[in-house]
């Protein structure tokens, strides 16, 4: 089959991968909100009683309130973290469980007419399923191959931190217990806009690896695969300038934080095969060209008035605004090129 189906499968599969992953999250929110709520009430009174007492910062870190406060929130978003730990784990269970099946579908696919993962041997190849337990290996692990824990860990101290910064800051300026109490709920709320984000990542980058696994243990079948960008007017133009890049299947594709791309797999023509059979060499529209047929307002509002001006005179192309950068973290991602890098002084 051509490309543009098997595209439309990967996409279907992690779509519903995605959709696993907001249930996950939800659930992650559902046990994040009782710590603002539990902590309102001690703060309010904390902070109406620095503005009435006049009290520096100094004086407040020796309140037994202060520091009993300080310390609740450290307990409870622990506490949270090795849940969140828990839930993110078994949503990178399921991303690894849809990648065998999505996988299979999908070389399907891309496989020339008339050949399938399950009649390979009649051609002199064969599909190698991996060991069981091989891609669970994939579940609890960050990035950088160290335990899941160790990126959820730093968020009690780190939010204990951000109250600390806040009630400061409101101190330093002079600002009314109710402003403050609006600062310190956002320095709050990090911790969960933090273990959202490691959520989507972690289980998207479990997914893509074990999808990654499965191509390297067929590589007599599969020769590499293509990045394949979702393209609509949220794609980031890092995604849309590398769409339909062809890694190989010993390299990790470079995405970014959130990232929607898919693995769409290259696999062996019927010349590979010794066939002399006409190929339906049909592909999908890439992203550049995707966005050069976009109407002219959805342009504009997607690079910018500057950026669209400047790509409109020609001083950059639209394959041109993707950069790797590299993290001990996040391994090599794709960013956007500032408009800077891409327009000559």
Known sequence: MPEPAAVEIVQTFQDRMLRREARAAAEMVRLYGPIWREMQGELTVLLNQIEGQQLSFAQVKRLE????????????????????????????????????????????????????????????????????????????????????????????????????????????????????????????GMGLTRSLRISRTETLRAYRESTRALYRANSDVVTGYRRVAHLDSLTCFACIALDGKLYATSTRIDVHVNDRCAMVPETVTYADLGLDVPEDDRRRELGPEWFKRQPVGTQRQMLGTKGFTAWQDGQFEIEDMAKITHSPVWGDSAVQKPLKELVKP
Do not use: H, K, M
């Open 65 to 188: 309130r202060y520091n009993a406060l300080i310390a609740q929130v450290e307990r409870q978003v622990s506490v949270y973290a090795e849940a969140a730990g828990s839930i993110i784990t078994q949503a990178q269970r399921d991303a690894v469980g849809l990648s065998e099946l999505v996988v299979r579908r999908t070389v399907d696919a891309r496989l020339p007419l008339g050949i399938s993962t399950d009649t390979l041997a009649a051609v002199g190849l064969e599909w190698n399923t991996l060991p069981t337990g091989a891609l669970e290996a994939f579940a609890g692990i960050s990035g950088d191959g160290a335990p899941l824990s160790n990126l959820l860990a730093p968020l009690g101290p780190e939010t204990a931190q951000g109250v600390t910064q806040g009630i400061s800051e409101g101190i330093a300026l002079g600002r009314s217990p109710r402003r403050t109490a609006v600062i310190i709920r956002d320095r709050v």
